[in-house]
């Protein structure tokens, strides 16, 4: 079973940028498609960005051209820079597998707030 501890989050005003990143033990991390998923209070846990165990990229329309993932895979992380950051997304971060592949457990997730 692959576990990930995520991190990075906080409060930040509208308009500017945190980087998450995620921790993955267990499992063969370097073949997993991952993603970065997001659950604002009151509504469904969304998937915002996906990346290959070959580095392909695919972004949620509603982040496109603000979020950036990556990974590492020799020290089995992945990342998430977050720019020009709006209200809306105000939400607990997740990562896990790319989910058209089969989820592993959650782990905590990461609160981030924008907000003035």
């Known amino acids: 079973q692959v576990q990930f501890v995520e991190s990075g989050g906080g409060l930040v005003q509208p308009g500017g940028s945190l980087r998450l990143s995620c921790a993955a033990s267990?499992?063969?991390?370097?073949?997993?498609?991952m993603g970065w998923y997001r659950q604002a209070p009151g509504k469904q846990r969304e998937l915002v960005a996906a990346?290959?165990?070959?580095?392909?990229?695919n972004y949620a329309d509603s982040v496109k051209g603000r979020f950036t993932i990556s990974r590492d895979n020799a020290n089995n992380m992945v990342y998430m820079q977050m720019n020009s950051l709006k209200p809306e997304d105000t939400a607990v971060y997740f990562c896990?597998?790319?989910?058209?592949?089969?989820?592993?457990?959650w782990g905590q997730g990461t609160q981030v707030t924008v907000s003035s």
């Open positions: 896990n597998r790319d989910r058209q592949y089969g989820l592993f457990d």
């Open positions: 990346i290959t165990s070959g580095g392909r990229t």
């Open positions: 267990g499992g063969i991390f370097r073949l997993y498609a």
